[in-house]
């Protein structure tokens, strides 16, 4: 297990400046970069190094994805995605060439494939297939023609239930985002829909307990703070990534809220800085390098057998139990 210091000298700063970026200090001054540079080293410590195999004919991976520096910083979720792609692509001695939207297709002509990371709407998939290369995409299926990975959410949500449910739980809190498809299309998380229908078939579900927002700290400091001082308040609450459970934490603190005892909180993704948090986050952990050896291997069979139908493979995850959780004892 990787630990602070571990990251401080990886990413070349100081351990204090590793901890106020993991726990998404706002008065932190420092670049992007330098953030980015802390988050990757932390994901990559996470992982084991594999020795690069050697072959004769290299081939070139092309990378797309669908979200700027801003956000993958906002929302780690996609950087320990791309980082376990980038390392699983390299260990198998493979190039990667980055491919920008906008880029002319004589730029990336050389490359055998590509591996698209994220959310795409209409206009990403008809200018991914201008390049007429195979292509795998990671975390959304929005195109028959394409190989994809993706998580298997449902699965994922009702784990984080179970365990709140039967720790006693029974007014039990969600907080998450809008999602957006490749048309533009705004819909609800998948994730709020498996904990309405969770809640509601156990006669506990509260409308008034689902706040809806973005998928940054701001945001899960904003709504914890209006579910806490509402007139029901949460004894638990299950929000939509882990990042979210970071304002979480200091809506809490703020309000004098103490977690465990008072508030359990269930994150989802197991970013790297869960386990720094105090306490320590209980959270759904998705296997990231198996999603990018996944699509990897996806790509490689439609490379090499010319395979014409698609494949959608889901990936499953593990509830990771650790200290902002507990057994509620009150009314």
């Given at each position: 297990m990787a630990t602070i210091k571990d990251i401080a000298e990886r990413a070349q700063v100081s351990i204090t400046t590793v901890s106020r970026v993991l726990n998404y200090d706002e008065t932190l001054n420092v670049a992007p970069e330098t953030r980015r540079r802390v988050f990757e080293?932390?994901?990559?410590?996470?992982y084991k190094v594999v020795t690069k195999k050697s072959r004769k004919n290299t081939r070139m991976i092309g990378f797309y994805q669908s979200y700027s520096l801003e956000e993958e910083l906002a929302d780690t979720?996609?950087?320990?995605?791309r980082v376990a792609l980038e390392k699983k692509i390299k260990s198998e001695g493979f190039d990667i060439h980055r491919i920008r939207s906008g880029d002319p297709?004589?730029?990336?002509?050389?490359?055998?494939g590509i591996i698209c990371l994220g959310v795409f709407k209409k206009q990403d998939i008809e200018f991914i297939k201008s390049f007429q290369k195979p292509c795998v995409i990671v975390d959304s299926n929005p195109d028959?023609?394409?190989?994809?990975?993706?998580?298997?959410?449902?699965?994922?949500t009702k784990k984080a239930l179970n365990l709140l449910y039967h720790l006693g739980h029974r007014r039990i809190a969600f907080i998450g985002g809008i999602e957006t498809d490749m048309y533009g299309n705004r819909f609800k998380d998948l994730r709020q829909d498996v904990f309405e229908k969770f809640l509601t078939e156990r006669n506990i579900f509260n409308e008034k307990l689902v706040k809806i927002g973005g998928y940054s700290p701001e945001d899960g400091y904003v709504l914890l703070k209006e579910l806490l001082t509402g007139g029901t308040k949460p004894t638990a609450v299950f929000v939509a990534n882990d990042t979210i459970a970071v304002g979480c934490y200091k809506a809490a603190y703020e309000l004098g809220v103490k977690i465990p005892d008072e508030?359990?909180?269930?994150?989802?993704?197991?970013i790297s800085s869960a386990q720094f948090m105090v306490p320590p986050l209980t959270t759904i952990k998705l296997y990231t390098e198996i999603m990018g050896e996944?699509?990897?291997?996806?790509?490689?069979?439609?490379?090499t057998t010319k395979r014409e139908v698609s494949k959608m493979i889901a990936i499953n995850t593990k509830l990771i139990e650790r200290e902002s959780t507990a057994k509620w004892i009150g009314n």
């Amino acid at each position: 297990m990787a630990t602070i210091k571990d990251i401080a000298e990886r990413a070349q700063v100081s351990i204090t400046t590793v901890s106020r970026v993991l726990n998404y200090d706002e008065t932190l001054n420092v670049a992007p970069e330098t953030r980015r540079r802390v988050f990757e080293a932390a994901e990559e410590l996470n992982y084991k190094v594999v020795t690069k195999k050697s072959r004769k004919n290299t081939r070139m991976i092309g990378f797309y994805q669908s979200y700027s520096l801003e956000e993958e910083l906002a929302d780690t979720y996609y950087l320990s995605i791309r980082v376990a792609l980038e390392k699983k692509i390299k260990s198998e001695g493979f190039d990667i060439h980055r491919i920008r939207s906008g880029d002319p297709i004589e730029k990336s002509k050389k490359v055998d494939g590509i591996i698209c990371l994220g959310v795409f709407k209409k206009q990403d998939i008809e200018f991914i297939k201008s390049f007429q290369k195979p292509c795998v995409i990671v975390d959304s299926n929005p195109d028959e023609d394409f190989d994809s990975v993706i998580i298997d959410f449902k699965s994922a949500t009702k784990k984080a239930l179970n365990l709140l449910y039967h720790l006693g739980h029974r007014r039990i809190a969600f907080i998450g985002g809008i999602e957006t498809d490749m048309y533009g299309n705004r819909f609800k998380d998948l994730r709020q829909d498996v904990f309405e229908k969770f809640l509601t078939e156990r006669n506990i579900f509260n409308e008034k307990l689902v706040k809806i927002g973005g998928y940054s700290p701001e945001d899960g400091y904003v709504l914890l703070k209006e579910l806490l001082t509402g007139g029901t308040k949460p004894t638990a609450v299950f929000v939509a990534n882990d990042t979210i459970a970071v304002g979480c934490y200091k809506a809490a603190y703020e309000l004098g809220v103490k977690i465990p005892d008072e508030l359990s909180i269930v994150g989802f993704n197991d970013i790297s800085s869960a386990q720094f948090m105090v306490p320590p986050l209980t959270t759904i952990k998705l296997y990231t390098e198996i999603m990018g050896e996944t699509a990897l291997d996806l790509l490689m069979d439609r490379i090499t057998t010319k395979r014409e139908v698609s494949k959608m493979i889901a990936i499953n995850t593990k509830l990771i139990e650790r200290e902002s959780t507990a057994k509620w004892i009150g009314n």
